[in-house]
């Protein structure tokens, strides 16, 4: 019978440690895919066969993150913020441990900004305040995630039906987008702009129209990569 003070984690050596959370942060991954495209179920179901693995606090934090997706994928506000909480419980356990190489550090801020996101998919009341705060203390360095940002507060705005200041957050991140040149932040800015146009629009909304219109054409000029703006 082991001691017990002899842990878990304690247990496994170092190399097989290590080997273990690649795989936890590679089905984590896989799991995200999942969920985005609304296959909340599947997403849950790759989760839940890492369980036996035993899991550093960064590959647990990592997991209850992409079950926090999973849950949003399937509209589970109750489920998604219960594993965000969980997450960020995890998430000041894991100072320690090597990062995924892929899906970021796994401290407080990476749950914050992993709550934002979720907040806005599901049209949460907290959103904004969420999103207000990330922009307040993400600098302008972080071009990428600005333009996130940006564009998640217009969505929210969007769905709050302030029309104006929607449109004119997501022109920022249009205009943000042309340095980063991002194709996949270009495909979100799109699917915002078809929410405010079923809005029936306006003088802003217009402006926005042409503004993504002269973005498109740019990103076809000669000499440009395909990728886009």
Not at 50 to 76: E, N
Not at 136 to 160: G, S
Not at 170 to 178: D, G, H, I, P, S
Request: glycine letters at 6%.
């Amino acid at each position: 019978m082991p001691d017990a003070g002899f842990t878990h984690e304690e247990s496994r050596g170092p190399t097989q440690g290590r080997a273990q959370d690649l795989y936890v942060f590679a089905m984590c991954g896989v799991a995200y895919m999942h969920a985005r495209n609304h296959d909340g179920d599947l997403a849950l179901s790759l989760l839940h066969q890492l369980a036996p693995l035993a899991r550093s606090p960064a590959a647990q934090c990592y997991v209850a993150v992409y079950r926090a997706h999973a849950f949003a994928g399937l509209r589970d506000h109750s489920d998604a913020f219960l594993a965000l909480d969980e997450a960020a419980a995890l998430s000041s356990q894991a100072h320690n441990d090597a990062p995924s190489p892929w899906l970021g550090v796994p401290d407080a801020m990476f749950v914050q900004r992993q709550r934002a996101m979720i907040a806005t998919e599901l049209g949460s009341s907290e959103a904004l305040g969420l999103l207000s705060t990330l922009a307040e203390q993400t600098p302008d360095l972080f071009q990428r995630y600005r333009v996130t940002l940006l564009n998640d507060q217009a969505l929210t705005y969007a769905r709050l039906g302030d029309v104006e200041q929607s449109a004119h957050l997501l022109a920022e991140a249009v205009r943000r987008n042309r340095q980063v040149r991002s194709a996949e932040k270009a495909a979100r800015i799109q699917a915002v702009q078809r929410v405010l146009t079923c809005t029936g629009g306006g003088s802003a909304v217009k402006v926005l129209d042409e503004s993504l219109d002269a973005a498109e054409g740019t990103a076809s000029s000669p000499g440009l990569p395909a990728d886009g703006w």
